[in-house]
């Protein structure tokens, strides 16, 4: 699918603002795929539909986890992790992209996982670091990621941890187990 057409078809399932950040994370994906040698087309195809279901209703999104035997301690946690999964379910029935590596990034981009694939890994940091996003840390996450894809995403994973700590929010367990690995793979 062109990058036109995608984009279209994105455009009529989220806000304006969500739009730009989508131009953002596709932008920053393509230069990261670049830098780490990821195939740029599915870096952007994914990065295009990552938010595609992020404003589906909260009754829609916990529906399809259900029916689809998606993983149901989604539901115990924090909504904003919802749109991920079932984005990846309703780009591939909705749009008709089969592509496994392409749905797994949208998958997980908001989770992690433990042995995430460089793909995956790309749509994770450049939905973190994209230029609209301002907030303690992203810089020196946005530095690190020049250099170091995985110091990178410990970076943010560790930010993102720290975030919700604070706020006495739940950590979703794959987020946990997603810097673990990456601790571990480190030494």
């Known amino acids: ?20 950040h989508t131009i953002g994370v596709m932008e920053t994906a393509i230069q990261l795929a670049k830098l780490y040698g990821v195939d740029e087309k599915k870096a952007e195809t994914a990065a295009i539909f990552h ?61 992690g996982r433990t042995d995430m694939t460089l793909l ?24 690190t990621a020049k250099v170091d894809l995985d110091q990178a995403l410990v970076q943010s994973l560790r930010n993102t941890i720290s975030f919700l700590l604070k706020k006495s929010q739940m950590v979703y367990p794959d987020t946990i187990y997603t810097y673990n690995s990456l601790i571990l793979g480190g030494k």
């Open 51 to 111: 938010d595609y279901a992020k404003f589906r209703s909260k009754d829609e999104m916990e529906q399809i986890i259900r029916t689809e035997n998606m993983p149901e301690d989604l539901l115990v946690h924090n909504a904003e992790l919802w749109h991920a999964p079932v984005g990846a379910y309703l780009v591939e029935k909705e749009v008709g992209i089969t592509d496994p590596d392409i749905l797994s990034a949208i998958r997980y981009h908001t989770s």
């Open 120 to 143: 995956e890994k790309v749509i994770y940091l450049a939905d973190y670091i994209e230029p609209g996003r301002h907030f303690p840390g992203v810089d020196e996450v946005r530095e």
């Open 1 to 20: 699918m062109n990058r036109d057409k995608a984009l279209a078809i994105v455009k009529e399932q989220i806000t304006e603002h969500r739009y730009q």
